[in-house]
């Protein structure tokens, strides 16, 4: 009872200014009070009313009046913050630029800004893309990529811009809905995250990256460990495109999770393939390989039960030996990963130790530059498409990836500000107040799947756009034409660096050849071992 009346408090203020509407109508009716309070206050219940009716605001629909509060604070608070107390891009981890942007192009609204650059151009660690006197034009900005090795059956044709990895559970029903729905609607893919395939995923019809992590939800045996026959019927849906193993994510690399048997609904443990009963729990590390070997292998045996879909890892960098280690095994072995994606320490979708979240991984930029790099020291990078993720919401963020060598980006916090997100932070409570990030029914009934939808396809389709127009400035017949060369940082009032100097491409196949070149990488590289993780007792 007590936590009924709790869940509901968000309503008092419609019910107080119901019951005020009455008493003032009555002292109206009776001793003759002004009338004008009667109009007040029941233009505010009103309004109420109206809050809890619209599908529109999901803030207003779960807290009808007060909501406004927001709105009315969002309308001011520029004025506030420029002369008392901070600048559009102060707020953290996401600004109220960032945020905003991804609102515009989402509601499809204007996305321009006049008056020039809020930012410090002269300032340490600004950082620009150079343009072509000579731009081109895009007729369609619908940028894919082809995933798929030469192992692999069913390559993909992968949006440039996809929805990173995201699990139902940690998303309410609604807003997994929204994001597939819109998925399918503006055709690219939705990774399922580490929790299985929902029915909702299912419902929505996009396209998806069915993700396995440590957990093996939804192929799983009952002791935890992975099951080739369940995984076989969850690979065989014409809507899974890729498989991903995840070995570590951005917030917190190195680091499992429990979620407790009190907070598993029924919907949640058909989509893992868990017990009500028992607290949920995603190990670690994986049980079904420990050594390089056995992850090429594990990446081989699921290519095979996918009937050759494409099948790849994601993981945050941490030891660059251990990444060095799996890419000799690949050489060992010949079994080449359709892709890997590089998830930066700058993520964080999930609750994380505050340490984890400050100081554990690898961020994008740099884990991208290693990846890339190492793949080329290798000599196999031209087999294997690379995809990050990390604080990418905008089309500058996607060109500034693909000049360092990705071939994709994915987001996840753009995607939940597409679909009504406020940076509440408040995801790990289930008082999410849009319903973006819980499983109450009632506040997850704020959010209308129907309006996001639409919202979700359009930021993709804007944002896109964007990209378009920024390769077509720097003069390029694709997006993927960017190189380091294009992007460059300011390092000091007098001193710019390239991303070519800064991040610079490493020669093709120099990690298998004979030489003393890149020292950093070829050191690490005689350390790696293809059989096992561990480091050598002494450095080699």
């Not at 996305?111 to 072509?132: I, N």
């Not at 000579?134 to 090795?149: L, W």
Request: hydrophobic share 40%; charged share 20%.
């Amino acid at each position: 009872m007590l936590r009924q009346i709790y869940e509901y408090q968000r309503y008092w203020v419609l019910a107080g200014m119901a019951a005020l509407t009455v008493i003032a109508l009555l002292c109206w009716a009776i001793d003759g009070w002004p009338f004008t309070l009667v109009v007040i206050t029941g233009g505010i219940t009103a309004l109420g009313v109206r809050d809890m009716m619209q599908t529109h605001h999901a803030v207003t629909r779960n807290y009808p009046i007060i909501g406004h509060m927001r709105f009315l604070f969002e309308k001011i608070r520029p004025e506030i913050r420029q002369y008392f107390v901070e600048s559009d891009q102060d707020e953290v981890p996401f600004s109220r630029e960032q945020r905003a942007l991804v609102y515009q192009r989402a509601k499809g609204a204007e996305d321009k800004r006049p008056f020039g650059t809020m930012r410090s151009v002269y300032e340490s660690g600004f950082a620009w893309l150079t343009h072509s006197i000579n731009p081109t034009h895009f007729e369609s900005t619908d940028f894919r990529v082809k995933i798929g090795g030469d192992n692999c059956k069913q390559p993909y044709d992968a949006s440039l811009f996809n929805i990173s990895a995201m699990s139902f559970g940690s998303l309410s029903a609604n807003a997994i809905s929204a994001l597939n729905k819109g998925a399918k609607l503006g055709g690219f893919a939705h990774d399922t995250g580490e929790g299985g395939i929902s029915k909702y995923h299912k419902e929505g019809g996009g396209d998806l990256i069915y993700e396995l992590g440590s957990g093996y939800f939804g192929c799983r045996n009952d002791d935890g460990t992975f099951n080739p026959e369940k995984f076989k019927e969850r690979a065989a849906l014409d809507q899974v495109k890729m498989i991903e193993i995840k070995l570590s994510q951005g917030a917190k690399p190195g680091h499992g999770g429990m979620l407790p048997a009190a907070k598993i609904t029924p919907e949640i443990a058909e989509a893992r393939d868990i017990p009500m009963d028992v607290d949920c729990v995603s190990p670690a590390t994986h049980s079904a390989f420990t050594t390089p070997m056995e992850l090429v292998q594990f990446i081989g045996q699921l290519r095979d039960l996918s009937d050759g879909k494409p099948v790849g890892f994601k993981l945050c960098i941490g030891h660059r030996r251990e990444f060095m280690c799996i890419v000799k095994a690949m050489l060992e072995t010949g079994i080449i990963p359709d892709f890997i994606v590089v998830d930066g320490a700058e993520g964080g979708t999930g609750a994380a130790p505050i340490e984890f979240s400050n100081h554990m991984g690898m961020p994008m930029v740099e884990g991208l530059t290693f990846v890339h790099n190492t793949l080329r020291g290798a000599g196999i990078r031209d087999q294997v498409k690379i995809g990050v993720a990390g604080k990418v919401t905008s089309a500058f963020h996607i060109a500034r990836a693909l000049a360092l060598g990705a071939d994709w980006c994915n987001a996840a916090r753009g995607y939940m500000f597409a679909i009504g997100c406020i940076q509440a932070q408040a995801c790990h409570t289930n008082h999410c107040p849009v319903g973006v990030t819980t499983q109450d029914p009632v506040r997850q009934k704020a959010l209308n799947v129907d309006d996001k939808t639409k919202r979700v396809a359009r930021y993709h389709k804007n944002t896109l756009k964007a990209l378009g127009e920024m390769a077509g400035a720097a003069g390029l017949e694709e997006p993927g034409g960017f190189l380091p060369y294009h992007f460059i940082t300011r390092e000091s009032d007098n001193q710019m660096t390239e991303g070519s100097d800064a991040f610079p491409y490493l020669p093709n196949g120099f990690l298998v050849e004979e030489g003393e070149d890149h020292i950093e990488y070829r050191q690490r590289w005689r350390r790696a071992d293809a059989h096992s993780f561990a480091p050598p007792h002494k450095p080699i």
